[in-house]
Structures are given as C-alpha cells and as structure tokens.
C-alpha cells in the first residue's frame, strides 16, 4: 500500500478521534492502528513517519511514534 494511502487512511482515523482532547485522542488512535491494521501496514507506517512523516496529523504523528516504540 502506498505512503500516501496510508497516510490519509491514519488522518482519517484521527479526524475520528478529533472531537477528545489530543492526550486522549493519541492513545486512541494508536489503539486502533494496533487492533485494525495489519502488522505490514503497521511497519510502513512508522517507516513513513522515521522518512519525516510528510502529511500525517500531529495527534496521528504522535499516535504512530507511540507504536514504533512498541515494536
């Protein structure tokens, strides 16, 4: 999947979570890439977001640091 599909599939979720508070909205989004997206789509995220992360939200930019952390 490219960068870009991605990138606008992870905005969306945010734009989701938009309405709670960034402290809560980042663990959210990051919940929910860990339980929906597949562990390959998992890794070409944060492999977008080390390449700079052009286009992610900042709570998504955020949410997607918290899982390369985990891996």
Known sequence: MS???????????GKFFASQSEERAVPLIADHLTKFWDPR??????AHLMA???GLDPAVRKA???LAHQS
């Open 3 to 13: 960068p870009e599909k991605l990138v606008y599939m992870a905005n969306q979720i």
């Open 41 to 46: 789509m998992r890794r070409e995220i944060v």
């Open 52 to 54: 700079g992360g052009v």
């Open 64 to 66: 997607v640091a918290t």
